[in-house]
């Protein structure tokens, strides 16, 4: 998280955020094995793959955790991995020119959804936001993040102080949050589509050129 | 330069305020300098002339656990270069080729494993320099992890090892069988391991233009080394070293050397944009402080090996190719500036490599 | 918006919270810049300067955490903009630029990124509203190894000098140098050397960073290689052009009505 997001960030010197930002998605996306771990493995107890998520912060604007999860899971989701095929000793990596690459076996798509309290209103009823911006979070009384799946279930809830909210209200949140997934997942799932087939045209030229190469 | 202060009523005047040349050279450096520059001849503080560089001393192989070494010495500046032999085995599954060359291009595979990190070895190739400013060297560079000016040396020597291609990959490849079976089955044997060399350059202390420094003393070590002859051994699986200390790096004929240039503005003209500069060959610390451009020049000049170590002067007819050059910062150099340079540039070269081939090799 | 291999994609002011920002793309090499400007901000007492303002340069590389390739290239940027910027007219305040390298070819590559990255940093300057002396423009030229033979794809991006003569033909080299502009990785592994020329808009030379790199296996088949100074200087008067005449109008139309200068 550099100054190109927000001024206030100095470079080299991480901020509370930054250290919740990480162990949120740590617990959200690596505790909740949403990414089947065998599946990277090459040779077992040799060789593994290792993947590696850097997340640039750009432009901060509040909501860091949901949207860095977003792309965290996004970016999970449309990476492919090259192909490996293991024949004794030797172990060919093909590059993805040669073998069409495969996905990441990811188990479930788990999302974050912060939700920001603003203390109680006059008729004793939490005040509760979504998707705060950065003005909204510096006012803000107390958060919670939850961490669900499309489908519904709940596979982390962080509050970490900030003004006492009763379970009710938690229950409230952790459903709308549910419900908010949903909407989430579907946008994902879109996007990755629209990627797939802007790609596979590019794919089938490329095929062409490939033919016609191997005729010449 | 003068300060007025309240003066008891008399008629002696107050004796004018002065500074000692040590204090002035510490309160106003710009000035400092600038008195000695426009002095006719130019003369900088430290008694050369502008296009005047540091004589210099070197001495190799004074790191007994080393493979080899040098000990650069230019005015204060001081570096000590050791490099340091190891062995990289090539597993299977491995891509040989990926070390092969000095500019690899990165393919999409290499790209997807990670173009950086794996042990250095994957990005960096085989030649791996760092530098490392002393505690002490100088008073700017306190101790701590390594800083810019530190990183920007180690990228830079780096990138001249990439650039020059001084040292012959072949000499550093581990062949499956070493049983001087002759250069033409080289296609049929197997590469088993590659030597890697870490080139650690220390600087003990620091004044000013420890690039060039820093590179002599690599160029230096490099030529001097002995690395022991390692083969394969069948039976075992494994690469064997024999103790003997015999191997040389073959490095290029024609070794290229670098050479930095500092330009020092004077401000004393009316027109901003149009103020007068001077440039200073070689650079100690305190020219560099003051300097807001800087020029590098990497040049070869091809020597007649008939003529052996003894360069005929002035290096007329004699064909020199350039490198590299850098410039940084400032906007006073031009192009016909860089072309004088480079005539400085190529006797500064001839010196070194006169130096360096008066160093007696290693005895085998 | 633009195909030509000449002109980049530039996009202006993209992030709504810094005080300047511009993206970047090369066109051939597909090479994707982010710069943000901050300033003049307030300054850490530790690097507070009594008569100047203080630059600082990030660059963040797109994959890993930041290495020495990244403090070297922020340091080229720093010296360069420290001489650019008129740093006198915020003496004790910051000024903070980001570079984001969002896309490259190859994210180690010196060369390839340098150019892009000066060129989005004065754009997002002028953004900002930073004081600066004159406008600078970066470009990357490459000569090419062989001069006979033919790359596909670089039409309009290559022109060809004379060379000068060596006296001695120990070399069957043909009589011009084949240069391409804005090479990508690709051309650069094909190329003899590698030259990053910047200019300012009055034709001085803010940076040179050319270097010979020519494939090869090293050691003694390294001999000879390098060029002549006079090749170079018919190069860098080549560079000098495209930058003052071609690079100051790329500037001028992407800032279109701004007006900055």
């Known amino acids: ?216 | 330069m003068s300060i007025l202060t309240p003066q008891p009523a008399g008629d002696s005047l107050p004796p004018p305020l002065t500074f000692s040349t040590s204090l002035f050279r510490q309160i106003s450096p710009a000035l400092y300098l600038e008195r000695h520059l426009t002095h006719s001849p130019p003369t900088r503080p430290n008694g050369r002339s502008p296009s005047q560089c540091r004589d210099f001393t070197l001495t190799t192989n004074s790191l007994s656990h080393a493979h080899g070494s040098a000990v650069v010495r230019a005015g204060d500046t001081a570096v000590v270069c050791g490099i340091r032999g190891e062995i990289l085995t090539v597993a299977p599954g491995d891509d040989p080729s990926r070390f092969e060359s000095y500019h690899c291009p990165p393919t999409s595979a290499t790209h997807a494993c990670g173009s950086r990190g794996a042990g250095g070895a994957s990005w960096g190739g085989l030649i791996i320099p760092n530098v490392e400013l002393s505690t002490g060297c100088s008073k700017k560079y306190p101790l701590g992890p390594p800083g810019g000016l530190a990183q920007t040396l180690s990228d830079q020597l780096h990138e001249l090892v990439n650039v020059t291609k001084l040292v012959s990959l072949d000499s550093l490849r581990i062949y499956d069988s070493d049983d001087g079976s002759g250069s033409s089955l080289a296609s049929t044997k197997k590469i088993k391991g590659y030597w890697s060399l870490y080139l650690d350059v220390l600087c003990i202390s620091l004044d000013g233009n420890i690039l060039d420094a820093a590179w002599y003393a690599i160029v230096a070590a490099l030529k001097s080394s002995r690395l022991p002859l390692a083969s394969w051994n069948q039976t075992e699986e494994r690469i064997f070293c024999q103790a003997l200390l015999n191997h040389p790096i073959s490095l290029r004929q024609s070794l290229p050397f670098t050479t930095t240039f500092a330009l020092i503005p004077l401000p004393n003209s009316e027109n901003h944009r149009k103020e007068t500069a001077i440039l200073l060959n070689d650079p100690d610390s305190y020219e560099e402080g003051e300097a807001c451009e800087i020029l590098t020049i990497l040049c070869t000049t091809e020597f007649d090996p008939a003529q052996g170590d003894s360069p005929r002067f002035p290096l007329a007819g004699l064909r020199t190719r350039v490198e590299k050059i850098e410039k940084r910062g400032g906007w006073n150099i031009g192009l016909t500036q860089i072309e004088s340079c480079l005539d400085l540039a190529t006797s500064k070269a001839a010196r070194y490599f006169q130096s360096l081939a008066k160093e007696q090799p290693a005895p085998l | 918006m633009t195909s030509s291999p000449l002109t980049p994609e530039i996009s202006l002011n993209p992030l709504p919270q810094s005080d300047g920002s511009c993206q970047y793309t090369c066109p051939t090499s597909r090479t994707t810049i982010l710069t943000s400007v901050n300033g003049p901000l307030e300054v850490r007492p530790k690097d507070e300067l009594p008569n100047h303002a203080t630059i600082e340069v990030i660059v963040k590389p797109g994959i890993g955490v930041a290495g020495v390739r990244e403090t070297r290239l922020s340091s080229l940027i720093h010296s360069t903009l420290q001489s650019l910027i008129l740093t006198n007219h915020h003496p004790r305040t910051l000024i903070q630029i980001v570079a984001q390298i969002v896309q490259a070819e190859d994210h180690t590559s010196l060369p390839l990124l340098l150019t892009p990255l000066l060129n989005c940093t004065i754009l997002s300057l002028l953004i900002a509203g930073i004081p600066m002396r004159t406008v600078g423009w970066s470009v990357h030229l490459a000569v090419l190894q062989d001069t006979k033979k033919d790359i596909k794809g670089v039409e309009g991006q290559v022109f060809k000098l004379a060379k000068t003569g060596d006296g001695d033909a120990m070399e069957t080299e043909g009589d011009e140098q084949i240069v391409v502009r804005n090479p990508n990785s690709e051309i650069l592994s094909l190329a003899k050397s590698s030259h990053t020329l910047t200019f300012s808009k009055e034709g001085d030379v803010l940076l040179i960073e050319s270097l010979e790199c020519s494939q090869g296996s090293g050691g003694e088949s390294a001999d000879g290689q390098g060029w002549d100074i006079t090749d170079f200087l018919k190069l860098a008067e080549e560079g000098k052009r495209i930058c003052c005449e071609e690079g100051v109008e790329i500037v001028r139309e992407a800032l279109g009505d701004r007006k900055v200068f």
């Open chain 1, 1 to 216: 998280m550099g100054p190109m997001a927000s001024p206030s960030f100095e470079v080299g010197r991480p901020t509370d955020l930054d250290h919740t930002l990480s162990r949120l998605l740590e617990k959200s996306i690596r505790r909740s094995t949403a990414l089947d771990l065998e599946s990277l493995c090459i040779v077992t107890a040799q060789r593994v793959w290792s993947l590696r998520a850097d997340l640039h912060f750009l432009s901060h604007d509040g909501n860091l955790i949901d949207t860095a999860c977003i792309a965290t899971i996004t970016a999970l989701a449309h990476f492919r991995l090259p192909v490996v095929t293991v024949s004794g000793e030797d172990i060919t990596i093909h590059p993805v020119t040669e073998r069409v690459p495969v996905p990441l076996s990811l188990l479930h798509w788990p999302i974050c959804v912060t939700f920001s309290f603003f203390g109680e209103d006059d008729d004793g009823e939490m005040v509760c936001v979504l998707d705060a911006t950065a003005q909204e979070e510096a006012l803000r009384e107390g958060d919670m993040t939850v961490t669900v799946n499309k489908n519904g279930e709940v596979c982390q809830i962080s509050k970490s102080g900030g003004v006492a909210v009763e379970a009710e209200t938690l229950m409230k949140c952790a459903r709308m949050a549910a419900q908010k997934v949903k909407g989430i997942d579907k946008l994902i799932a879109a996007a990755l589509r629209e990627d797939e087939v802007a790609r596979n045209k590019g794919n089938l030229d490329w095929l062409k050129e490939g033919r016609s190469e191997n005729e010449r």
